[in-house]
C-alpha cells in the first residue's frame, strides 16, 4: 500500500532532550516535507527536501533540522525541544512533477501526524 | 513569496445547503490549486485541484473553480452532508518554484442536520 508512515504517533518529551521524528515513503517521491500544526495558525512548513542531499528552509525552521541521505526518509531532529515547538506535526512527500503534465505539481501525500508535547 | 488568505475561516451550514469557501493568492505564476480536507483527528488528503489551462473542475457534490485574473479560487460543496464536516485547507504552488509552499489558515465547516 503506497502511504507516507510517521513515527512516533504520540510523544512527551523534557525541554532540551534531543528527539527526532522519523517519515519513510514508498512511492519513490522526490518531494518532500515538514508541516507544524497550530489552533489558528493552519499548516506551516518547517522544511522541504527536493532530492536526496537537497534541503531547504520553510516558513518556521528555527529550532529543526532535516536530513535526505534517502530518497524514502526524511526525518525531523529536535536538538534542544522547547515548550515552544509543541505542537501537531505532519510530513508529507510528492512527485516533483504530474505525471504526463510536466508544468504542474503533483499533490502532497500526508502522514499520520506525530503528536507533540515539550513539557 | 505567496501570501495564501483563506476565507471563511468558520461557515457553519445547514444539512443539504451548499458551501462556498475562497482561497486568495499573490503570486500570478501560480498554476496549481488543490483543496485539501482534514477531519478531526486524521490527516490532511487532497479531494480536488484544477491547474490553470482549466477554470472549473467537478468530482460529484464537489467542485473547484478559478478565476486567475482576480488571483482566486473557490471549493464549491454541494448538498451538504455531516461527513463534509472538517477543516479544509487550500495550498496554491507553482511547478517552476515547487518546494517552499504556504497553505491557508483553514476553514472549518460544520453541517448541522
Known amino acids: 500500500e503506497a502511504q507516507v508512515t510517521q513515527n512516533p504517533r504520540y510523544l512527551i518529551t523534557v525541554t532540551g532532550k534531543k528527539l527526532t521524528v522519523t517519515c519513510s515513503q514508498n512511492?519513490?517521491?522526490?518531494?518532500m516535507s515538514w508541516y507544524r500544526q497550530d489552533p489558528g495558525l493552519g499548516l506551516r512548513q518547517i522544511y522541504y527536501?527536493?532530492?536526496?542531499?537537497?534541503?531547504d528552509k520553510g516558513d518556521v525552521p528555527e529550532g529543526y533540522k532535516v536530513s535526505r541521505k534517502e530518497k524514502r526518509n526524511f526525518p525531523l531532529i529536535l536538538e534542544s525541544p522547547s515548550p515552544n515547538q509543541t505542537s501537531l506535526y505532519f510530513c508529507?512527500?510528492?512527485?516533483?512533477?504530474?505525471?504526463?503534465?510536466?508544468?504542474?505539481?503533483?499533490?502532497?501525500?500526508f502522514g499520520n501526524g506525530t503528536r507533540l508535547t515539550v513539557t | 513569496g505567496e501570501n495564501v488568505e483563506q476565507h471563511p475561516s468558520t461557515l457553519s451550514v445547514q444539512e443539504g445547503d451548499s458551501a462556498v469557501i475562497k482561497c486568495t493568492y499573490s503570486?500570478?505564476?501560480?498554476?496549481?490549486f488543490p483543496w485539501y480536507k482534514q477531519e478531526l483527528g486524521k490527516r490532511p488528503q487532497l479531494i480536488i485541484d484544477?491547474?490553470?489551462?482549466?477554470g472549473e473542475k467537478k468530482d460529484q457534490r464537489i467542485a473547484v473553480t478559478l478565476n486567475k485574473t482576480a488571483k482566486h479560487f473557490s471549493l464549491h460543496i454541494t448538498e451538504t452532508q455531516p461527513e463534509d464536516s472538517a477543516v479544509y485547507f487550500c495550498?496554491?504552488?507553482?511547478?517552476?518554484?515547487?518546494?517552499?509552499?504556504?497553505f491557508g489558515a483553514g476553514t472549518q465547516v460544520v453541517v448541522t442536520p
Open positions: 484544477i491547474r490553470s489551462n482549466v
Open positions: 512511492m519513490n517521491h522526490e518531494y
Open positions: 503570486d500570478s505564476a501560480s498554476n496549481y
Open positions: 527536501s527536493m532530492n536526496v542531499e537537497v534541503t
Open positions: 508529507a512527500s510528492s512527485l516533483h512533477r504530474e505525471p504526463g503534465l510536466s508544468s504542474y505539481n503533483s499533490p502532497l501525500h
Open positions: 495550498a496554491p504552488g507553482r511547478a517552476d518554484s515547487w518546494g517552499k509552499l504556504q
